[in-house]
Antibody, heavy 125, light 107 residues
Framework: QVQLVQSGAEVKTPGASVRVSCRASGYTFTDHSIHWLRQAPGQGPEWMGWINPKSGGTNYALKYLGRVTMTRDTSISTTYMQLNRLRSDDTAVYYC??????????????????WGQGTLVTVSS | DIQMTQFPSSLSASVGDRVTITCRAS??????LNWYQQKPGKAPKLLIYAASTLQSGVPSTFSGSGSGTDFTLTISSLQPEDFATYYC?????????FGPGTKVHIK
């Protein structure tokens, strides 16, 4: 079954770090980049960055530079997102999503065709 | 970042109605535009990519159009399972951004 399965909910205090995992199954793990997004209550999803599982290369949103790290373990088809120096406004549901793309004249249009179930991270003192 | 706006922010409709949701980008994004549906407590689900291509398995009652800065998602005949929140998302820039969403309520 093609799916992304994320780790369970986390409760953290301000200043702590959190690591969320995302295990892929049912497809070749190294064929598709994995993106991480988050969604605060009542808001739309917010993109955080991506990791290329084959090369390990990453690209982070400017907002999270210096605070987020995305890694992968190809032996278990799993990517990780670690967010440091947590604040109360980091409380959100965190998602991983698989990237696919189509080639058009102007480049590659990518989209997220497969999502994890989401991981609620609560930051509270 | 490219800003995405959607309107209306919410709408009420009945089963069988035709519904149109509009998405606007702060700059031209060609057809680098995707649509997602999200139900409470669930992850977003891809409906349409590249502005008008229907994702496999998505009912043909959904369609998308537009290019440049203005896009629309149309549901030709609203079904009970279509009551949800809909988001547009641009993939033109490296920093992907989503619209604020349009919530479709039952009238």
């Amino acid at each position: 079954q093609v799916q992304l399965v994320q780790s369970g909910a986390e409760v953290k205090t301000p200043g702590a770090s959190v690591r969320v995992s995302c295990r892929a199954s049912g497809y070749t793990f190294t064929d598709h980049s994995i993106h991480w997004l988050r969604q605060a209550p009542g808001q739309g999803p917010e993109w955080m960055g991506w990791i290329n599982p084959k090369s390990g290369g990453t690209n982070y949103a400017l907002k999270y530079l210096g605070r987020v790290t995305m890694t992968r373990d190809t032996s278990i088809s799993t990517t990780y997102m670690q967010l440091n120096r947590l604040r109360s406004d980091d409380t959100a549901v965190y998602y991983c999503a698989r990237e696919r793309g189509i080639t058009v004249v102007r480049g590659i249009i990518d989209y997220f065709d497969l999502w994890g179930q989401g991981t609620l991270v609560t930051v509270s003192s | 970042d490219i800003q995405m706006t959607q309107f209306p922010s919410s709408l009420s409709a009945s089963v069988g109605d035709r519904v149109t949701i509009t998405c606007r980008a702060s700059q031209s994004i060609n057809t680098f535009l995707n649509w997602y549906q999200q139900k409470p407590g669930k992850a977003p689900k891809l409906l349409i990519y590249a502005a008008s291509t229907l994702q496999s398995g998505v009912p043909s009652t959904f369609s998308g159009s537009g290019s440049g800065t203005d896009f629309t998602l149309t549901i030709s005949s609203l079904q009970p399972e279509d009551f949800a929140t809909y988001y547009c998302q641009q993939s033109y820039s490296t920093s992907r951004t989503f619209g604020p969403g349009t919530k479709v309520h039952i009238k």
